[in-house]
């Protein structure tokens, strides 16, 4: 005995149920929304990713190795440089520069090895702690009585033989003169709280890709 | 289906369009919502917590002639300096994009050939600066100043600082007939302590 009035009046078979006379439909619905919910990621990938620091290269030892290609570069290069940490230790001074109260002023001593025709202009050092805060070379530092800090935006290559730099277009510019040695040493003199207590320094040529060494 | 029961289909369509119509025409759309900024209303000398650091504004002072190293620059109007320390968060930050806005909605922004920015905040560490803007006559009393959280975006759908200058009428009068030029200070490190607390 059927329940299906329908059927009743007829005698025909009961209709089959709403989800099965569906099911290719609800089938395919699926895929369609893991589809969606991809194509709805377009911001992480088009702006989030691009512009946060989610590609480390992440090291165990005092020597690492940073390796990413420079965006926008033409002709197409490849940064690849080995960055080892010689030390980190913290000073009431450094050079001319005193610290502030409250503050000690870290010196970072890294040595950078790179092919010569690899450009490694402007790079950002920086101090991590454990709780995540980031520590840069500009901020946090008393203007020394020369006036200008010059630790503030440290170079990371020899100033007398730079090797390739860009442009702001992107392309690559050569070097001229002298040649880059195999590798050099770069420092660093970055402020932080007295309380606070480094854990990692962090190398970087702008986001997503950057280095990470671990303090000893 | 009759035409009755058509003409009231098509009566219901119309209605519910023109509902829906005047419904959204009232409701803020998307970008409206995704570019609103989130305000956080202080007054002198209370800090105030933004996404990139906490801001005390310490007070103003008003003339009609700033100087800062060797450049003077004089106004018809009046120039308020603001004083202010500011502690970053997490990150290196710089304090910028700083307005005024008077009570009638106006803004005023920084100008070269001084200082636009509050130089950059270390995590922990306050600084100090004072950050001159150039008003009309009548835009003292009630001016605000406006301070992002960061410079891109001008505060678009990110946290903005809203503090009462608390330049009352009283005030305002005594401020506007400032002469004596009011020098601004380069972006001085204060140390690494609480903003308005002790160290």
């Known amino acids: ?25 609800l089938v395919a619905l699926l895929p369609m929304l893991a589809l969606a919910l991809a194509a709805s990621s377009f911001r992480y990938v088009s702006i989030y990713r691009p512009t946060t620091f989610v590609a480390g290269q992440v090291a165990t030892g005092s020597t690492g190795r940073f390796l990413a290609p420079v965006p926008g570069a033409e002709p197409p290069t490849t940064r690849d440089v080995s960055i080892t940490l010689v030390s980190a230790t913290p000073h009431a001074s450094s050079g001319d520069l005193g610290a502030a109260k409250g503050t000690r002023l870290w010196e970072v001593e890294l040595e950078f090895a790179a092919d010569p025709g690899v450009p490694l202009t402007g790079c950002t050092i920086e101090l991590l702690d454990a709780a995540g805060q980031v520590y840069g070379t500009a901020g946090g530092k008393p203007v020394p009585a020369t006036g200008r800090d010059r630790t503030a935006y440290p170079a990371c290559v020899p100033e007398a033989t730079p090797g390739p730099e860009l442009d702001l277009d992107g392309r690559v510019i050569p070097a001229t003169g002298r040649q880059r040695p195999a590798s050099w040493p770069v420092l660093a003199v970055i402020a932080i709280p007295t309380a ?9 040529w702008g986001p997503p890709d950057y280095a990470q060494l671990p303090l000893p | 289906m009759t035409t009755r029961q058509n003409a009231v289909t098509g009566l219901v369509v119309i209605a519910a369009l023109a509902a829906g119509s005047a419904l959204i025409s009232r409701v803020p759309g998307p970008q409206e919502v995704a570019l609103a900024p989130f305000l956080h209303a202080g007054t002198v000398g209370a800090p105030i917590h933004l996404r990139t650091g906490e801001i005390v504004v310490d007070g103003v002072q008003a003339s009609t002639q700033v100087r800062q190293g060797a450049i003077t620059a004089s106004t018809s ?30 803004t005023y922004s920084l100008a070269r050939p001084f200082q636009s920015a509050c130089g950059v905040g270390q995590p922990g560490v306050t600084i100090a ?23 891109l975006g001008g505060g678009e759908g990110d946290d903005i600082a809203d503090v009462d200058l608390g330049i009352d009428a009283a005030t305002a009068a ?11 200070e380069a972006v001085t490190v204060v140390g690494a302590q609480r903003v308005g607390g002790t160290p």
């Not at chain 2, 009046?78 to 909605?105: E, F, I, K, N």
């Open chain 1, 196 to 204: 606070g207590t480094p854990v990692a320094v962090r190398i970087h």
């Open chain 2, 77 to 106: 109007g009046h120039w308020l300096v603001v004083t202010l320390r500011y502690t970053a968060a997490d990150t290196p930050a710089s304090l910028a994009g700083m307005t005024v806005q008077s009570r009638d909605g106006r």
């Open chain 2, 174 to 184: 005594r401020l506007a007939v400032a002469t004596e030029p009011v020098r601004i």
């Open chain 2, 129 to 151: 600066c004072s950050m001159p803007f150039e008003l009309a006559p009548d835009a003292l009393e009630g001016a605000h100043l406006r301070v992002p959280a960061a410079l």
């Open chain 1, 1 to 25: 005995m059927t329940s299906d009035p329908a059927a009743r009046h007829t005698g025909q078979q009961p209709l089959p149920s709403w989800w099965r006379r569906n099911r290719v439909a």
